[in-house]
């Protein structure tokens, strides 16, 4: 598993998109291998308050093996510093949706920002990837979509580019499954999964208690539960919503620092994503091997 010789790695930031409607220009941060062709696309989305120079335990590890990976900020970003009474903060949810479109829209020009890139990325190999928040907007691009108050399921907004996504702490069922205060702050997160029908990997933790939901830790998996189609559930033993301290190297708001949680979830992932893109399925079944006869395993790997 995982047997391959690292590579070296460029990155450039902040790359500016145009983004008329938006309010300010879109920035993103590129990171890609030195050397090599054909390269899968990942664009990933931050949690709330976030920013393009987040989650680098995973983007290392991703483009240390091939994978590019562009990271668009979101207007709730904290580098942003966006008031609470700005007008476009009720439709961020939206706004996090179009980020996702426009950087796909725009390889041309993100992959210019790094000499020798151009011409490198696969453009038939584009997954979408997220971690809470991040994962909800993701998986707007795979078919989920938010039920209005009308109780019927809104728009669609997937695209018909992004093969596969790496759902990470993806927020579950809304309605009575929510407190009070995420019913009122937060009315977009009433998801529909059942048109998900995108091929997808989720990945939770069995000790994340959200503040958000009235459930317990097996809310994170709803996705997986109700949407069609190939989809694969990673639940990470002990974990929390930083699933181990996915989201830096030294964040000290981690409360489940565990490398050895961000190393298989690294390790599972980029496995998922060569076997689902039909580049390599080795690895993918090696890591499903080695947790189901494990004797003390770091998770459990649910396939359907």
């Known amino acids: 598993m995982d047997s391959d010789a690292p590579l070296t790695v460029l990155s450039a930031k902040p790359v500016v998109i145009p983004a008329p409607g938006r309010g300010e220009d879109l920035q993103v941060r590129v990171s890609a291998p030195a050397a090599g062709r054909d390269l899968p696309v990942i664009v990933f989305s931050h949690g709330f308050g976030g920013s393009m120079d987040d989650y680098q335990p995973l983007v290392d590890y991703w483009t240390r093996r091939g994978f590019a990976v562009l990271q668009p900020t979101h207007l709730d970003s904290i580098t942003l510093g966006l008031a609470p009474e700005d007008p476009r903060t009720p439709d961020i949810w939206r706004f996090r949706v179009d980020d996702l479109r426009r950087v796909i829209d725009h390889l041309d020009v993100l992959q210019a920002a790094i000499p ?87 990945v939770a933790g069995d000790q994340d208690q959200s503040l958000l939901s009235t459930r317990g830790p097996d809310w994170w998996a709803d996705g997986y539960v109700q949407s069609p189609g190939a989809k694969s559930l990673l639940t990470l033993f002990g974990a929390e919503h930083s699933l181990g301290g996915i989201t830096g190297y030294t964040v000290t708001a981690t409360t489940d620092e565990s490398p050895e949680r961000v190393a298989l979830l690294a390790r599972v992932t980029t496995a998922y994503l060569r076997d689902v893109l039909g580049r390599d399925d080795a690895d993918w079944t090696a890591e499903r091997k080695a947790l189901a006869g494990a004797d003390a395993p770091l998770g459990r790997l649910d396939v359907k």
Do not use: Y
Not at 120 to 137: C, E, F, P, Q, Y
Not at 160 to 187: C, N
């Open 116 to 202: 020798g890139l151009a011409g490198r990325l696969a453009r038939d190999g584009v997954v979408i990837a997220g971690h809470s928040w991040g994962a909800t907007t993701a998986s707007a691009l795979l078919g989920a979509r938010v039920v209005g108050s009308d109780g019927q399921p809104g728009e669609d907004m997937s695209d018909p580019r992004v093969r596969a996504g790496v759902l990470l702490a993806l927020a579950g069922h809304g309605g009575e499954d929510l407190t009070p205060f995420a019913a009122e702050h937060f009315p977009f997160m009433s998801p529909d999964f059942t048109r998900m029908t995108r091929p997808a990997l989720l």
